[in-house]
């Protein structure tokens, strides 16, 4: 069984900086991509980061115009581990913060969600 618990979230403050973890077991994590989503109050979920499977001292990332340049995804293969640093945060940043793992076609695990809430 595939199993992704997210950790990390909280309060924080307009400008602070922020990690969240993404701990992934049941499968080999190495071969895949991990995906972080956000989801702010009455909005629909949204795609924020990728780190890809490929190059795990260099994995190609990508990131959603939102995020870019203020927000670094990594992942430690070794600890079965991607993470999510956020700096310069924004009360926009505001959301549950999940995270996803495709393993297989139409199989996909997604965790619990962390919350981050940005305010002064």
């Known amino acids: 069984q595939v199993q992704v618990v997210e950790s990390g979230g909280g309060l924080v403050q307009p400008g602070d900086s922020l990690t969240l973890s993404c701990v992934v077991s049941g499968i080999t994590f190495e071969n895949y991509p991990v995906n972080w989503y956000r989801q702010a109050p009455g909005k629909r979920r949204e795609w924020i980061a990728t780190?890809?499977?490929?190059?795990?001292?260099?994995?190609?990332?990508t990131y959603a115009t939102s995020v870019k340049g203020r927000f670094t995804i990594s992942r430690d293969n070794a600890k079965n581990t991607a993470y999510l640093q956020m700096d310069s945060l924004r009360s926009e940043d505001t959301a549950v913060y999940y995270c996803?793992?495709?393993?297989?076609?139409?199989?996909?695990?997604w965790g619990q969600g962390t919350q981050v809430t940005v305010s002064s």
């Open positions: 780190v890809d499977r490929y190059y795990p001292n260099n994995p190609v990332t």
């Open positions: 996803q793992v495709q393993f297989a076609a139409t199989a996909e695990a």
